[in-house]
Structure formats: C-alpha cells, structure tokens
C-alpha cells in the first residue's frame, strides 16, 4: 500500500528539518570543517601555523610514529585512564551503597559531594598544588607532625610521584560524579524487591549479589566506558598540575599534542598526533562495545 | 529488622573520611584565603584562622584585572547558556515531535560531537578562529562552547520531550493550535525542570572550561576568569593568598548555584543518565 503523505505532513517535515537546521549547520562549520582540515594539515610538514608547507603524505605519521615521546605520551596516557578509572569506579561503586543507606543528613551529601565535578579545573590545580606543596603544604605538615615521614615529599615536582600525584587529583574529581550516578542506579531498585527479598530470608550478601550487583552492571558499563574516554583526553587537569613534567613523565598524548602545537611550532606533527588519538579512541570504543555486549547478552540484561 | 551497631559504627567512619576528602580541600582555601601572609607561610600550620585578613580579596579584587576576568567568564557563559538553549529546545523538539529526511544523519552528528574530545578540536579551532582573525575574540569561545555543550542539552531534552503525555498534544492539536503554538504552551512550560538542568549544566560548564579559554584568548584583557587565574599560578606563584581568594571567588557562584539549586540538578542529572 503507497503511504500517502499529506500536504500538511509535508510542510510538518519540513518544518521538523528547519528547526534541527541551525545546530546542524553550526556543527558542520565547527567540528566537521576542522576536522577534515585537521587531517589534510596531518598530511603536511607545515610547523609554525600559517608558514609554508609542503603536502608529504604519510611521511609526518611517520615521524610521529618513532618519536620516544610518542611512545612514552602513549603509555602515560593508558597509566593514566586505567588506574584512574579503576578507582574513580571502585570508589564511586562504594560511596554510592553508603549514600543508599538511611541515615540523617543523606540529603546532604546527595547534593553537596558531586563538587569536585562541579569546580573548574584551575581552581583544583590551585587547591592541590598548594595542599601537597612540598614547603608549605599541609599534607606534608601533617604527615611531618605524625612522624610518618621524616622530609617533605615533593608530590607534584618529583619524577616517583608526579604520575601518582595527577592520576589521584584526577579520580578525586571524578568519582563523586560517579558515585551520584551508581547512587541514581540504585535508589531506582523498588523497595519492594528488598522487602520481599527480607521476607524471602536473604541475608546482607545475598542480597548485595542478587538485587545490588545487577543493578550496577548497567550503569558501570556505560560510565567505564564514558571515564575512560574522558581521562584519556584530559589536558587541562594535567597541564595546570605538572605542565607534563618533570621529565615528561605525565606528559600523556593530550599534552604532547599541545607541546608540540604550542611550544615546538609543529603543526603537521600535532595534527597527526591528533588524528592518531582519535583512531585509538575509536578502536576502544569498538572493542568496548563488542565486550560489553557480550556480558550482556550473557546475563540476559 | 533494625540496624546493627557494626553497620552504624562501618557507616560512621565512611562519611567521616568521604568529608574529610571531599570538604576539606574546600575549607582548606577558604581559611587560606584569610590568612595574613605571614600565617600563610609559617612553618605551623594553623587549622583555625589565628588571624584574619582581608587584604587578599583587596588586592585581587581592586589592584588587578580578576573583576574584569569576572566580567568575561559571566558574558561568555551566560550568553552561552542563552544560545545553546535555545538551540538545544528547537533541536530537541525536531527530534520528538517530527520526522523528517536526514534526522539520523543529524542525530549521528550530536552524538559524534558529543563524544569528540575536545583535545582533538584543539588544533582545528585554533585554526580555524586564526583563519576567520577571531582569536582573541569573546566571541570565538561562545561559538565554540555552543557546540561543545549543545548536544548535551538536545539529548537530555529529547528524553524529557517524548516523556509527556501524548494526550496534551493531541488536545491542542485538535483545538487547532500549530506545532509551534503546542511548543510554547503545552511543551515548555512543562519542561522547565529539564531546561533548567540543562541551563544551569551549560554554563558551569562554560563558566569553568579552561582549555580554549586559553588556546584561543591571549590577551590578558580579555581572559576568562579561570585563565587568567592559572596565568597568575605561573607568574605569583608564591602569592598563595590571592590565588586562594580567587580561586574562593570563581567557585562561589557554584556554591550558591548548589545551594538553591543542587538537588533539583541532581536530578535532573541523573534522570536520563541511569537509563543508559
């Protein structure tokens, strides 16, 4: 049967298309034209922006490609995403079961402990430099005083410490995030289901493995995934921290990227770089989907 | 079944240490912020203000350009938020109200901007705000804060829009109303917790962004407040008194945003985050 469309339908459509039409358009100057800009410059030896260049294919790739920096950026960067994912979770999972229970002043925290999310990136370089400073810090004080340690430990400055330092800034930002939304995951679990459960006889781990966990394999799914690309790309954090120092050792991909940009004047390479991070990024998310679809196929979510 | 003394005690500690971790940081630059010089450097430190001072705020507010950072980081994000709104409701409505060729290919585009680090559009801007001689420029970072945030906002409201009840429509609908007449009187005024989540998202957003804040703006004139803030970190970076007040003063407006508004964004947060 040919379906009929009305003149009314027609010009409701094309009423429909006309209002997606600014973003549309705004995003194909912004992101698209770039980006396909971004690819042809990768594919050009060009250093300062607006010099001359010559188009050389794949030759900067190459380049980009045997740099020990590039190779050291890549590693910091999955130390970095990795570790700081695990506990962003882990972290986030537990404060999420302690913010489920009843007690007084739970509306309190649901609200408040989403702040470090909420506060801007240089504020928390400040905080933090000027907590963990090696000569005035209170950390260092306190851990003096406690006679844990016998000299200052240069959390920031030091080549031990600076990853560890960053990576712990970068899951205290981000697991109150997560924790708010594995909180959501669970209040959403109708106490119905818990009573029946008590009524049933289930102890305290029974019902953890049986109501708690399957509520959470959804949401940790996503928001693994989601963490991950975040602290994979995350720059500012870092920056304002370490500028990727000392020695390069928290220099991860984002900061090479602006490095050789904005400090070595080498445009071709930078852009090249960038369009590496973006395959690795669409790699993992293929992946990531792949897995994570078979462990839901496997519960039957 | 009542609570055990061990969960109690178990419970206890956990918020004690989630306070000490959360909070203490922030209390932590709030006292520093009054802390005469000299305090501030003292071998001790001093977990109570010994002596208070207000000669931080002075300097920073009367003796630099941090009012004027003030002025820029609040007309970029509020003009932000005013945009990207807008869009974001006109856009989200299209998706839930018709149908029409090529939605797809503009959903696809949402959610790739979406997911698209911003790390990668760093080069490309730069670019791109070079070529078009807007480097320097308030402007660039509205454009560009625009389509950063927009596609949030779009998703969020789609979820809100096809979430009211069809029965509304069809009664405007059959009382002759348009579908932009049913925008603004039926959709809107029921939207407002979902446009005021995606509001208030949007420009704590923009108000703290700081990567194209600082790519894309390089004259101190014209920085946003939390640029010019980390410009200061490398230039007084002994002056811990000023940088805590100001930091203490870029955050204030989200502390009050929360206070009035924390819970409701909470929610409006997590609403379609759960689903997935």
């Known amino acids: 049967m040919k379906k009929q469309i009305s003149l009314r339908e027609k010009k409701d459509n094309f009423a429909g298309a006309f209002l997606a039409l600014p973003i549309t358009v705004w995003i194909a100057l912004i992101v698209f034209y770039p980006i396909i800009s971004t690819v042809y410059t990768s594919m050009t030896n060009q250093k300062l922006f607006g010099s001359p260049y010559d188009f050389v294919f794949l030759d900067t790739y190459k380049w980009v490609f045997e740099q020990s920096a590039f190779i050291q950026a890549t590693i910091n960067s999955l130390n970095f995403a990795v570790t700081s994912v695990i506990f962003q979770v882990i972290f986030g999972v537990l404060t999420a079961l302690l913010l489920n229970m009843e007690f007084k002043g739970r509306g309190f925290f649901r609200t408040w402990i989403i702040l470090p999310w909420a506060i801007p990136y240089s504020v928390i370089a400040i905080i933090f430099r000027w907590i963990l400073s090696s000569t005035f810090g209170v950390i260092n004080y306190v851990l003096t005083e406690l006679n844990l340690i016998s000299e200052s430990i240069n959390f920031l400055g030091s080549m031990d410490f600076a990853m560890t330092t960053t990576i712990a800034v970068n899951i205290w930002k981000w697991f109150p995030f997560a924790s708010v939304i594995f909180l959501a995951a669970l209040q959403g679990i109708p106490s119905d289901v818990f009573e029946a459960a008590r009524i049933d006889g289930c102890n305290k781990i029974q019902e953890f493995y049986y109501l708690i966990i399957p509520a959470l394999k959804a949401p940790i799914a996503v928001y693994t995934l989601l963490l991950t690309f975040w602290s994979f790309n995350t720059f500012g954090l870092i920056w304002l921290l370490t500028a990727g120092g000392p020695a390069d050792v928290t220099t991860t991909l984002p900061v090479l990227v602006y490095k050789m940009a904005f400090r070595q004047f080498r445009m071709g390479a930078a852009s090249a770089l960038s369009i590496i991070m973006f395959i690795i990024l669409m790699i993992f998310t293929i992946i990531y989907r792949k897995v994570v679809k078979n462990t839901n196929d496997e519960v039957g979510a | ?276």
């Open chain 2, 1 to 276: 079944m009542k609570e055990g003394i061990g969960i109690k005690i178990i419970r206890f500690v956990g918020l004690c240490i989630l306070s000490i971790l959360i909070f203490f940081p922030f209390y932590w630059i709030l006292i520093s912020s009054f802390k005469p010089e000299y305090e501030l450097l003292s071998a001790t430190a001093t977990f109570f203000p010994q002596n208070f001072t207000l000669s931080h705020y002075n300097r920073i507010l009367f003796e630099s350009n941090y009012l004027n950072s003030m002025k820029n980081s609040l007309f970029v994000a509020g003009v932000t938020t005013c945009i990207s709104t807008v869009l974001s409701i006109i856009t989200a409505y299209s998706f839930s109200d018709y149908k029409y060729k090529g939605q797809n290919a503009v959903e696809q585009s949402l959610l790739i901007t979406s997911m698209f680090p911003g790390v990668l559009l760093m080069i490309p801007l730069y670019v791109l705000m070079a070529k078009v001689n807007m480097l320097n420029s308030l402007m660039s970072l509205i454009i560009v804060y625009v389509t950063l945030y927009t596609p949030f906002g779009v998703f969020t409201l789609i979820t809100f829009f096809k979430s009211l009840p069809i029965s509304l429509k069809e009664a405007a609908y059959i009382d002759g109303a348009t579908k932009i007449k049913v925008l603004f009187r039926v959709i809107l005024p029921l939207s407002v917790p979902g446009i005021v989540t995606i509001a208030s998202w949007m420009f704590i957003q923009s108000w703290s962004e700081f990567v194209f804040g600082m790519i894309l703006i390089n004259n101190p004139a014209k920085r946003t407040v939390v640029v010019a803030l980390s410009d200061w970190m490398g230039e007084y970076y002994l002056d811990w008194g000023a940088l805590t007040a100001g930091s203490v003063l870029v955050i204030l407006p989200v502390i009050v945003f929360f206070a009035f508004m924390g819970r409701g964004f909470i929610k409006g947060l997590t609403a379609g985050a759960v689903k997935g």
